[in-house]
């Protein structure tokens, strides 16, 4: 990538801008065409650096619930164990961390908690591990968005309402949602997205705003392939207090999460996630942020493979 790709995937990330014709005013901020814009963003998603441009659904306006797991097993049959996991087509994220006795991590998400815990049971009673299961409680953030100046992820401020509508209530038609996950890389990229809801396209983009304010959908923004930008290493960071709202203010933190403990197995109740280019990186951020306790988990291989990771978290949603 020259300099310019960097600023553009930069602008795509923190200001896309909601208008007619995004890449037009986006060009205009940085010295390039329209066209040279979008020709820029084709190659960088033929490469595989950009996934998409768009805003995915939290999965509590879809009325499901979410779990991140740590399972314990023997190194011997990681492999295996994660292949099982894998099958399910809702698990989002899987890792294999330096932890003990949890070492495998993953989220997965049902339409209510007894479908979740049977689902992880059967699992782990077929391979025999101990396990935790910790729900979603609270969301404070999702808000994976890398920083290609300082090599570290950077989320943008905010807080995420705490109980978003159900989609059902909204009277808006579900392939609106598919149009604006991911926009064509077009001059006029709304437009599909404002003729299935019937209105022009700053009428579309009307909404689609509001929808991000109820936090129905994310915000919109350029989502990329982290370790293709070279940003291969990310922390599991646990706190021992609820503190997910200081966690939520750290710039560089991505998920935060607010979750049950299990007394005796489990004792930390907020998570967040922090990645970068280098391991050094991540601990000098959050080393002295936390005084009441923590523990950073990194990750030692992506079990689930980032592609496909990126494909389920778009049609389950984060």
Known sequence: MDSKDVEL?????YEFPLVDRPFQEMGRALGLSEDEVIDRLRRLAEVGVLRRIG??????????EAALVGFSVPEDRVDAVA??????PMVTHNYLRDYRPYNVWFVTKAKTADELEEKVRSIAERWGVDYVILYSLRTYKLDVRFDLYEGISRSKSGILPENPPPIENLGIPKE??????????????????????????GEALDVLRSLIDMGVLRDFHASLDGEALGFKENAM????KPDCEEAARLRESTHVVLRNTVPGKWEYPCYFMVHARARKTIMERVAGRFADGYAMLFSVRDLLGGRAMAKRIESVSD
């Open 237 to 240: 960071v646990v706190l021992r």
């Open 55 to 64: 805003s995915v659904m939290n999965y509590r306006a879809r009325g499901l």
């Open 176 to 201: 609106f949602y598919s149009k604006v996950r991911s926009i064509p890389l077009v001059a006029e990229p709304f437009r599909e997205a404002a003729k299935v809801l019937g209105k022009s396209v």
């Open 9 to 13: 995937l930069m602008m795509a990330q």
């Open 83 to 88: 292949a099982d996991i894998n099958r399910d």
